[in-house]
């Protein structure tokens, strides 16, 4: 058993070929730029589209807990009340309420996860574990990958590494390749940008690359926020140091999550950062490969 | 001032016609195509290439529509003679003799002989005394008939071949043997007048190209009208020898026998095309110039439903010849520009040249729609069983104007009924009724109320649609006796395989196969419609049916939750077991009933074709909210596509529902599918895995659109009607409908086509 909040199939940029990302539900980081902001929490919640709702009250009268507060021009929720049961979400007919955070079993997501074997065949594709964090859901991931070994499909991990080394030693047989991110250099920034320490996510790296696990190394960049010549210098070192990675991609920014994390009651606090344009990428790019890194890629 | 028209071409006609009343029907057509040709030929326009240009009269004879609404056969264009007389703009004397070819035409026209022979069962479901000539489907019916013979393949090859000359040679041969059996000969010189008209027309071409030519100040311009002078003095006494010579031909022909397709061009032309260009008397580039200006003609004469050019695909005598002739076409389409003509067709096997493919896809990644794809290795056995025709025949299949699937010169099937599958579920739920208009539609099946259980309905569902099948395909076995009495349709039955030897018309048992279909409209809607049904109402018991009716009757306004409801239902092109379930069982039901229908009639074939074009918009204005969700009037879904948005999964699962309905009992279904940009320009070796994948899977045909600019316009417009718009972007899960908007904006903003 295990919570997800989405299944997207037929992705292109979530490793090779064509795949189905299944997002895992809640980690334990909390990074400031993170566009998929309803997956911070390991629970059901409501998230609710203000552009879509015409304040007609009706998921206030259905709500038992009286979360819902809808009155002249407004509508928020009272997320202390409101315990995700979903009664708002049906009573709903404009689609502005929806839930995210859906419990599910191996056994039925399986199904789905097949019903693409063809085109991961032709592709050279499978499934992608994100989220989320998917170690933070160790024995639902482990059961996922078990099963799709067994059934042949090739299997990605997308994580932050941020879990204990013994958690790695499980999943590492049933991972065909690692989405490792590379977030922030200093552990002090790191915990600043991303809410912990980075001295686990290396040595896990080091761990699993150590190990010959196929990695590619992730990383996020924010203009401003994690941008510095020193973090870029250290992608680069990374790239020196374990010449046997998959690549190294960057992920620069892009605003298209902003609209989510009003929706389920957090502060958006990058808003009007704009989506990273390509001559800040350029120069990003030129600088890693000065610092001697020419394999560099955008992901 | 008011418009002028002159109608002493149709006065012309119809008094031939009138002439030739008793005349062998051979001999009236023939006399008739003298007086039409080449009157409706109109002028070379400067930038022609080839010369054919159209204009149909108002009273003439064309297999197909010619003009638009207007009917088929001997037509007579009554809306726009009568506006042309009311507003005196046809000289004097042809006034009183106007009114007197309309009151003749009235009856006589090929549409009027075929609603006259109406039998008592047509009569109250074809709406027989409510034909309106204005646009027919403004009309709320169930069934409707159509009236054209589409889908006109001849056999080019052989025109090419024998040319005029061999043509008269041969029909003087089959002249010959049947006087000498004592037989009708009539068919034959009927044949031999209209070869001459044919051949007149070339000439009268080349005169007014010289004409021109005399007249053109600019060299290039002068030497380029000689050239086309020459080329039709030359098809006028001998077979074409050029590939210039074939085209023009091949071109001419198709316009004056009234047909809308061209047919397998790289077989006809690949010989010529490559003989030239070894002969060094043709360059590439002249090649591509002529094609052009055969792409500027089509445009300018077809309408956006037909003009195929077909290419690739099996049974192609000389295939490398073929190939680089196919690589000629696409190479057309890419550098004619983004047009709505030809509906270029590329067939294809596994095995066939990887060249054809790569070249198709590198045109559909440029933006442009063509080719459509047809998968030769899942339709030919289709075709071999669908139509009931050997496989060397079979390997002939065509896709006519739409999509649906003829024999190539051997085999005929047009479309003659449109059913609407969510008017007619509309009335089932309504004991036959037709909410709106109140009139009764359909058999008294009993009222919704009355249906104990989802097999109730289905059961009441099903005497409905084989009532209208059985209906449309006996009309269509009546157009065709009516059609083979009226005109053996000349042109077109000296290149049709069997006519000759069998000294028969085309409609009158001389080709090979004469089969059928019928379109359905609404397939998806309809299924949608009943998985909803049976879950809220039969399943669920979330309502009963007076509500799930008083939902649909108040169009929602007032039932949001209740639509709500249906909308949340599952839906086909989701790959849910449920939603595309039902859609299978509808489909089997359908196809396998009309294809049955050859047991009551003489056609070889009577399939359904499940296709593109607007009708699934005009056929949904007259039907009220239905169960999916739909509200009243709005489009039903195209094709076999999923309604529009509804397919929310993600292009792996819509083609996986996509390829779960039989492609071997029905004539054709269309497929639309759209992909983002990025997958062709960053993502290749992917978006050609998916096309491997469906066509794998047993896809039988692709329509492909690139997501360009304007759709994602529409999409922050109607956010609801793409919902399978993904943004594609690492570790990020979303759909664009779900993007705040001014993300959407500035996404929009940032893409540029």
Same mark, same amino acid.
């Given at each position: 058993m295990g919570i997800i909040f989405d299944v997207q199939r037929a992705a292109l940029h979530d490793g090779p070929g064509l795949r189905t990302v299944v997002f895992l539900k809640g980690c334990p980081l909390c990074c400031v730029w993170c566009h998929n902001p309803e997956s911070y929490s390991f629970h059901p919640q409501v998230s609710l589209n203000i552009e879509r709702c015409r304040l007609c009250g009706a998921c206030a009268d259905a709500c038992l807990w009286q979360a819902h507060i809808v009155s002249v021009g407004r509508h928020v929720i009272n997320y202390e009340l409101c315990d995700a049961c979903g009664a708002c979400i049906d009573a709903c007919n404009y689609q502005a309420l929806q839930i995210f955070g859906q419990q599910t079993t191996v056994d039925e997501l399986m199904p789905e996860i097949l019903a693409d074997l063809d085109f991961y065949r032709a592709s050279g594709g499978g499934v992608t574990f994100s989220g989320g964090e998917p170690m933070a859901q160790l024995y639902f991931t482990l059961a996922l990958l078990k099963r799709c070994q067994d059934e042949g499909v090739h299997t990605c991990l997308d994580t932050s590494c941020y879990a204990p080394q013994d958690a790695f030693t499980r999943v590492l047989p049933y991972v065909d390749l690692f989405l490792i991110d590379y977030k922030a250099t200093g552990s002090e920034l790191h915990k600043q940008l991303t809410g912990v320490p980075n001295q686990t996510i290396l040595s896990n790296l080091e761990y699993l690359y150590q190990e010959n696990a196929r990695i590619i190394l992730r990383c996020p960049l924010v203009p401003g926020l994690n941008d510095q010549p020193d973090h870029l210098q250290a992608i680069a070192q990374l790239g020196i140091k374990y010449p046997n990675l998959q690549g190294i991609e960057l992920m620069p920014y892009h605003n298209m999550g902003s609209g989510k994390r009003s929706r389920i009651g957090l502060p958006d606090h990058l808003s009007g950062l704009k989506t990273t344009s390509p001559d800040v990428i350029e120069n990003w790019l030129t600088q890693i490969r000065q610092y001697g890194y020419d394999a560099i890629r955008v992901g | 001032m008011p418009e002028t028209a002159d109608l002493s071409m149709e006065l012309r006609f119809t008094e031939a016609y009138r002439r030739h009343y008793h005349a062998p029907i051979a001999i009236r057509e023939a006399m008739c195509l003298r007086e039409q040709f080449p009157s409706v030929l109109t002028a070379i326009q400067p930038g022609d290439l080839l010369a054919g240009r159209i204009q149909w009269g108002l009273v003439g004879f064309s297999p197909h529509n010619n003009p638009p609404e207007s009917g088929y056969g001997y037509y007579c264009d009554e809306r726009k003679i009568i506006r042309a007389l009311e507003k005196s703009s046809v000289p004097f004397d042809q006034r009183e003799r106007g009114f007197d070819m309309l009151h003749f035409w009235k009856k006589e026209t090929s549409q009027a002989l075929v609603e006259a022979a109406f039998d008592d069962r047509m009569k109250p479901y074809l709406f027989r005394d409510e034909l309106e000539p204005l646009p027919f489907n403004y009309k709320p019916m169930v069934a409707q008939p159509i009236y054209r013979m589409a889908g006109v393949f001849v056999n080019y090859t052989k025109l090419l071949n024998l040319g005029i000359p061999g043509l008269v040679e041969e029909l003087q041969s089959h002249q010959k043997a049947a006087l000498d059996n004592g037989q009708d000969a009539s068919l034959y010189e009927g044949m031999l007048i209209a070869l001459q008209v044919f051949a007149d027309s070339c000439q009268y071409y080349a005169r007014h190209a010289q004409e021109l030519a005399d007249h053109a100040a600019e060299p290039a311009a002068k030497a380029g009208l000689q050239q086309i002078s020459i080329c039709l003095q030359n098809i006028s006494c001998q077979p074409?020898?050029?590939?210039?010579?074939?085209?023009?031909?091949?071109?001419?022909?198709?316009?004056?026998?009234?047909?809308? =397709?061209?047919?397998?061009?790289?077989?006809?032309?690949?010989?010529? #095309?490559?003989?030239?260009?070894?002969?060094?008397?043709?360059?590439?580039?002249?090649?591509?110039?002529?094609?052009?200006?055969?792409?500027?003609?089509?445009?300018?004469?077809? *309408?956006?439903?037909?003009? *195929?050019?077909?290419?690739? +695909?099996?049974?192609?005598?000389?295939?490398?010849?073929?190939?680089?002739?196919?690589?000629?076409?696409?190479?057309?389409?890419?550098?004619?520009?983004?047009?709505?003509?030809?509906?270029?067709?590329?067939?294809? #096997?596994?095995?066939? &040249?990887?060249?054809?493919?790569?070249?198709?896809?590198?045109?559909?990644?440029?933006?442009?729609?063509?080719?459509?794809?047809? &998968?030769?290795?899942?339709?030919?056995?289709?075709?071999?069983?669908?139509?009931?025709?050997?496989?060397?025949?079979?390997?002939?299949?065509?896709?006519?104007?739409?999509? @649906?699937?003829?024999?190539?010169?051997?085999?005929? +099937?047009?479309?003659?009924?449109?059913?609407?599958?969510?008017?007619?579920?509309?009335?089932?739920?309504?004991?036959?009724?037709?909410?709106?208009?109140?009139?009764?539609?359909?058999?008294?099946?009993? =009222?919704?109320?009355?249906? /104990? %259980?989802?097999?109730?309905?289905?059961?009441?569902?099903?005497?409905?649609?084989?009532?209208?099948?059985?209906?449309?395909?006996?009309?269509?076995?009546?157009?065709?006796?009516?059609?083979?009495?009226?005109?053996? #349709?000349?042109?077109? %039955?000296?290149?049709?395989?069997?006519?000759?030897?069998?000294?028969?018309?085309?409609?009158?048992?001389?080709?090979?196969?004469?089969?059928? %279909?019928?379109?359905?409209?609404?397939?998806? &809607?309809?299924?949608?419609?009943?998985?909803?049904?049976?879950?809220?109402?039969?399943?669920?018991?979330?309502?009963?049916?007076?509500?799930?009716?008083?939902?649909?009757?108040?169009?929602?306004?007032?039932? @949001?939750?209740?639509? /709500?409801?249906?909308?949340?239902?599952?839906? #086909?092109?989701?790959?849910?077991?449920?939603?595309?379930?039902?859609?299978?069982?509808?489909?089997?039901?359908?196809?396998?009933?009309? *294809?049955?229908?050859?047991?009551?009639?003489?056609?070889?074939?009577?399939?359904?074709?499940?296709?593109?074009?607007?009708?699934?918009?005009?056929?949904?204005?007259?039907?009220?909210?239905?169960?999916?969700? *739909?509200?009243?009037?709005?489009?039903?879904? &195209?094709?076999?596509?999923?309604? +529009?948005?509804?397919?929310?999964?993600?292009?792996?699962?819509?083609?996986?529902?996509?390829?779960?309905? %039989?492609?071997?009992?029905?004539?054709?279904?269309?497929?639309?599918?759209?992909?983002?940009?990025?997958?062709?320009?960053?993502?290749? @070796?992917?978006?050609?895995?998916?096309?491997?994948?469906?066509?794998?899977?047993? +896809?039988?045909?692709?329509?492909?659109?690139?997501?360009?600019?304007?759709?994602?316009?529409?999409?922050?417009?109607?956010?609801?009607?793409?919902?399978?718009?993904?943004v594609r972007v690492g570790g990020f899960s979303a759909r664009f409908v779900d993007l705040p908007r001014d993300v959407q904006v500035e996404i929009l903003s940032r893409t540029t086509y």
């Amino acid at each position: 058993m295990g919570i997800i909040f989405d299944v997207q199939r037929a992705a292109l940029h979530d490793g090779p070929g064509l795949r189905t990302v299944v997002f895992l539900k809640g980690c334990p980081l909390c990074c400031v730029w993170c566009h998929n902001p309803e997956s911070y929490s390991f629970h059901p919640q409501v998230s609710l589209n203000i552009e879509r709702c015409r304040l007609c009250g009706a998921c206030a009268d259905a709500c038992l807990w009286q979360a819902h507060i809808v009155s002249v021009g407004r509508h928020v929720i009272n997320y202390e009340l409101c315990d995700a049961c979903g009664a708002c979400i049906d009573a709903c007919n404009y689609q502005a309420l929806q839930i995210f955070g859906q419990q599910t079993t191996v056994d039925e997501l399986m199904p789905e996860i097949l019903a693409d074997l063809d085109f991961y065949r032709a592709s050279g594709g499978g499934v992608t574990f994100s989220g989320g964090e998917p170690m933070a859901q160790l024995y639902f991931t482990l059961a996922l990958l078990k099963r799709c070994q067994d059934e042949g499909v090739h299997t990605c991990l997308d994580t932050s590494c941020y879990a204990p080394q013994d958690a790695f030693t499980r999943v590492l047989p049933y991972v065909d390749l690692f989405l490792i991110d590379y977030k922030a250099t200093g552990s002090e920034l790191h915990k600043q940008l991303t809410g912990v320490p980075n001295q686990t996510i290396l040595s896990n790296l080091e761990y699993l690359y150590q190990e010959n696990a196929r990695i590619i190394l992730r990383c996020p960049l924010v203009p401003g926020l994690n941008d510095q010549p020193d973090h870029l210098q250290a992608i680069a070192q990374l790239g020196i140091k374990y010449p046997n990675l998959q690549g190294i991609e960057l992920m620069p920014y892009h605003n298209m999550g902003s609209g989510k994390r009003s929706r389920i009651g957090l502060p958006d606090h990058l808003s009007g950062l704009k989506t990273t344009s390509p001559d800040v990428i350029e120069n990003w790019l030129t600088q890693i490969r000065q610092y001697g890194y020419d394999a560099i890629r955008v992901g | 001032m008011p418009e002028t028209a002159d109608l002493s071409m149709e006065l012309r006609f119809t008094e031939a016609y009138r002439r030739h009343y008793h005349a062998p029907i051979a001999i009236r057509e023939a006399m008739c195509l003298r007086e039409q040709f080449p009157s409706v030929l109109t002028a070379i326009q400067p930038g022609d290439l080839l010369a054919g240009r159209i204009q149909w009269g108002l009273v003439g004879f064309s297999p197909h529509n010619n003009p638009p609404e207007s009917g088929y056969g001997y037509y007579c264009d009554e809306r726009k003679i009568i506006r042309a007389l009311e507003k005196s703009s046809v000289p004097f004397d042809q006034r009183e003799r106007g009114f007197d070819m309309l009151h003749f035409w009235k009856k006589e026209t090929s549409q009027a002989l075929v609603e006259a022979a109406f039998d008592d069962r047509m009569k109250p479901y074809l709406f027989r005394d409510e034909l309106e000539p204005l646009p027919f489907n403004y009309k709320p019916m169930v069934a409707q008939p159509i009236y054209r013979m589409a889908g006109v393949f001849v056999n080019y090859t052989k025109l090419l071949n024998l040319g005029i000359p061999g043509l008269v040679e041969e029909l003087q041969s089959h002249q010959k043997a049947a006087l000498d059996n004592g037989q009708d000969a009539s068919l034959y010189e009927g044949m031999l007048i209209a070869l001459q008209v044919f051949a007149d027309s070339c000439q009268y071409y080349a005169r007014h190209a010289q004409e021109l030519a005399d007249h053109a100040a600019e060299p290039a311009a002068k030497a380029g009208l000689q050239q086309i002078s020459i080329c039709l003095q030359n098809i006028s006494c001998q077979p074409p020898e050029t590939f210039r010579e074939a085209l023009q031909m091949s071109w001419l022909y198709t316009l004056m026998c009234g047909t809308l =397709e061209m047919g397998r061009m790289d077989v006809y032309l690949g010989d010529f #095309y490559v003989r030239d260009l070894e002969r060094g008397i043709l360059t590439k580039d002249d090649a591509l110039a002529l094609m052009r200006s055969l792409w500027r003609l089509i445009n300018d004469q077809f *309408r956006e439903v037909d003009g *195929r050019v077909i290419i690739g +695909g099996r049974g192609r005598p000389n295939e490398a010849n073929a190939d680089r002739f196919a690589l000629l076409a696409m190479e057309t389409a890419r550098t004619y520009g983004r047009a709505i003509l030809p509906q270029l067709t590329l067939r294809f #096997y596994k095995g066939m &040249n990887p060249l054809l493919m790569e070249k198709a896809t590198e045109l559909i990644g440029e933006g442009h729609t063509y080719p459509l794809l047809y &998968n030769d290795d899942v339709l030919i056995p289709s075709v071999q069983f669908a139509h009931d025709v050997p496989l060397e025949d079979a390997e002939q299949y065509v896709p006519l104007g739409c999509g @649906e699937i003829v024999i190539d010169h051997m085999g005929f +099937g047009t479309p003659s009924g449109a059913l609407n599958m969510l008017k007619a579920l509309e009335i089932t739920l309504h004991n036959g009724r037709d909410p709106i208009t109140g009139k009764q539609m359909g058999l008294q099946t009993g =009222e919704f109320h009355d249906f /104990r %259980s989802f097999d109730d309905l289905w059961e009441a569902y099903k005497e409905q649609l084989r009532l209208f099948i059985e209906v449309l395909a006996d009309h269509e076995e009546l157009e065709y006796v009516i059609t083979g009495k009226t005109a053996p #349709y000349l042109f077109l %039955s000296m290149l049709y395989d069997d006519c000759l030897p069998r000294n028969l018309g085309i409609f009158d048992g001389g080709v090979r196969y004469l089969g059928g %279909s019928l379109e359905s409209y609404g397939n998806v &809607n309809a299924a949608d419609s009943l998985t909803a049904i049976r879950q809220l109402v039969y399943d669920e018991k979330r309502f009963t049916p007076e509500q799930m009716l008083q939902a649909l009757h108040a169009n929602f306004e007032g039932f @949001e939750h209740e639509r /709500r409801m249906m909308l949340d239902c599952p839906k #086909y092109g989701n790959d849910d077991p449920d939603a595309d379930g039902m859609l299978v069982e509808l489909h089997n039901f359908l196809c396998n009933t009309i *294809r049955d229908q050859r047991q009551r009639t003489n056609l070889h074939w009577y399939l359904d074709v499940i296709i593109n074009n607007s009708q699934n918009t005009t056929l949904a204005r007259w039907v009220g909210a239905s169960a999916d969700g *739909r509200k009243a009037g709005m489009p039903m879904a &195209n094709a076999n596509t999923p309604s +529009g948005g509804s397919d929310k999964k993600g292009v792996t699962a819509l083609l996986n529902s996509v390829v779960k309905p %039989s492609p071997a009992i029905h004539a054709g279904a269309v497929q639309n599918i759209r992909f983002g940009r990025d997958l062709f320009t960053n993502q290749r @070796e992917k978006f050609d895995a998916i096309l491997g994948t469906y066509f794998d899977k047993g +896809g039988c045909q692709l329509m492909v659109t690139v997501i360009n600019r304007g759709d994602l316009e529409r999409a922050l417009e109607q956010p609801e009607a793409y919902r399978d718009l993904f943004v594609r972007v690492g570790g990020f899960s979303a759909r664009f409908v779900d993007l705040p908007r001014d993300v959407q904006v500035e996404i929009l903003s940032r893409t540029t086509y």
